[in-house]
C-alpha cells in the first residue's frame, strides 16, 4: 500500500488534472458561461481511509446490459465484477461495469467504471451520483480511492448523456471525499 503522502500526492495530481480540463474550452463540459466564471471544481478534503484495497470477485459470462442513462441513449455495459470492502465501520460492496464500446480502444482497455450513490447525493455532492474509474485489477484486489470520484458531465450541463448509478451501487454511508455538488459562484 502506497504512504498517506502518495495517496495524497496522487489525488492532488487528479484534481489539478480535473480543473485543468474543466477550464479548457476544447475539453469542458461547462456551458459557456460557466466556463468564463470557472475557478475550479470544489472538492471534499483529502482522506486517506478514503483509499480502499477491496476483494475482486469477478463475474465471469455476464451478459451484456443496455446501462439507463439522463436521456434515450443506451450504452452497452457488462458487469465485470464486484468489489467487496469495509468502510466507515460497514461492509460494502459495488459492482464493476465494463463499458463493451470502449473495449475496443486501447487507450481504455484496461478502463473499468464505478458508478454509485451515497448518502451526500443531493446535499453536499450532486444528486445523480458520482463516478470512479478504476483499473482492471491483477488478481483478487483492487483499488478503490474514493478521493477520486467525480460528477458525470451532466452535472454540469444538460445537454450531455450520462450513466445513471444502478441501485445495487447505492452506499448507505456518506462518502465524504471526491468532488462536491458545482456551485457556480
Request: aromatic share 14%; hydrophobic share 30%; proline share 6%.
Amino acid at each position: 500500500m502506497p504512504s498517506a503522502n502518495q495517496i495524497i500526492n496522487e489525488v492532488h495530481d487528479f484534481q489539478d488534472d480535473l480543473n485543468l480540463n474543466y477550464g479548457d474550452k476544447e475539453e469542458s463540459p461547462l456551458t459557456d458561461e460557466d466556463l468564463n466564471a470557472f475557478k475550479g471544481l470544489q472538492f471534499f478534503e483529502i482522506d486517506t481511509s478514503y483509499y480502499v484495497i477491496a476483494k475482486f470477485v469477478e463475474t465471469p459470462n455476464t451478459a451484456p446490459f443496455k446501462m439507463k442513462t439522463t436521456t434515450d441513449r443506451l450504452p452497452i455495459y457488462r458487469k465485470f465484477g464486484e468489489a467487496h470492502f469495509q468502510l466507515q465501520g460497514k461492509d460494502q460492496v459495488l459492482s464493476i461495469f465494463q463499458n463493451l464500446g470502449l473495449m475496443e480502444d486501447p487507450e481504455y482497455e484496461d478502463y473499468l467504471f464505478v458508478p454509485f450513490t451515497d448518502e451526500t447525493n443531493g446535499s453536499e455532492s450532486y444528486g445523480g451520483g458520482r463516478y470512479l474509474d478504476v483499473e482492471m485489477p491483477e488478481g483478487d484486489r483492487m483499488i478503490i480511492n474514493f478521493n477520486k470520484a467525480y460528477n458525470p458531465y451532466c452535472a454540469y450541463n444538460a445537454k450531455y448523456s450520462c450513466p445513471i448509478p444502478p441501485s445495487e451501487n447505492h452506499l448507505d454511508i456518506e462518502i465524504k471525499a471526491g468532488v462536491k455538488a458545482y456551485d457556480k459562484h
